[in-house]
């Protein structure tokens, strides 16, 4: 069955930067798009960006350019999300999902940033 | 960037009412707009894709309609579960906008 697991919980102070992992199983890894979400603490869903796990080509929202980074491993059938620079705003949980329309979804990665 | 909006954002109802979630969209984006539902600590469950597709296992309850800038979510015959948050998201072009979510209560 098709199933994506995240890493586990993350703390990281101000400045510092944090990756999680997405790992893929079930279906053929490089034939879909996988999204990075998040979601603050009693807030909305919010979009950041897109891999294509073939291509390897992204897509970032602006509001975190220059500080997201997506890549994969094709052979591990992994997708990592790299954040940069983070302050107390990036609080969240961090979902990983599948395909443009997203049928399948990780279980989320909690990222607490404090000092 | 293309704006969701969602409408109500706040909603309480009973079990067995048919309730009815809006979401605009600041420019047309055809029918690129999925509908998911969240419980709370949970991820997001696809409900409808393409704006009226149901997913596979989702009962018929629940319908979809619209396209270019104004969409709908339909729930007909509330039951237990369904109380949730609901979310739309466009697909029509980069980022992925989402609305800012609606909460449906028990009243």
């Known amino acids: 069955q098709v199933q994506l697991v995240q890493s586990g919980t993350e703390v990281k102070k101000p400045g510092a930067s944090v990756k999680i992992s997405c790992k893929a199983s079930?279906?053929?890894?490089?034939?879909?798009?996988i999204h990075w979400v998040r979601q603050a603490p009693g807030q909305g869903l919010e979009w950041m960006g897109i891999?294509?796990?073939?291509?390897?080509?992204?897509n970032y929202s602006q509001k975190f350019q220059g500080r997201i980074t997506l890549t994969r491993d094709t052979s591990t059938r992994t997708v990592y999300m790299e954040l940069s620079s983070l302050r107390s705003e990036d609080t969240a949980l961090y979902f990983c999902?599948?395909?443009?329309?997203?049928?399948?979804w990780g279980q989320g990665t909690l990222v607490t940033v404090s000092s | 960037d293309i704006q969701l909006t969602q409408s109500p954002s706040f909603l309480s109802a009973s079990v067995g009412d048919r309730v009815t979630i809006t979401c605009r969209a600041s420019?047309?984006?055809?029918?690129?707009l999925a509908w998911y539902q969240q419980k709370p600590g949970r991820a997001p469950k696809l409900l409808v894709s393409?704006?009226?597709t149901l997913q596979t296992g989702v009962p018929s309850r629940f319908s979809g309609s619209g396209s270019g800038t104004e969409f709908t979510l339909t729930i007909n015959n509330l039951q237990p579960e369904d109380f949730a948050s609901y979310y739309c998201?466009?697909?029509?072009?980069?980022?992925?906008?989402f609305g800012q979510g609606t909460k449906l209560e028990i009243q």
């Open positions: 393409a704006a009226s």
């Open positions: 079930g279906y053929s890894f490089t034939k879909y798009y």
């Open positions: 891999i294509n796990a073939g291509l390897g080509s992204t």
């Open positions: 999902a599948r395909k443009t329309y997203s049928d399948y």
């Open positions: 998201q466009q697909v029509n072009s980069y980022p992925y906008t």
């Open positions: 420019q047309g984006i055809s029918s690129y």
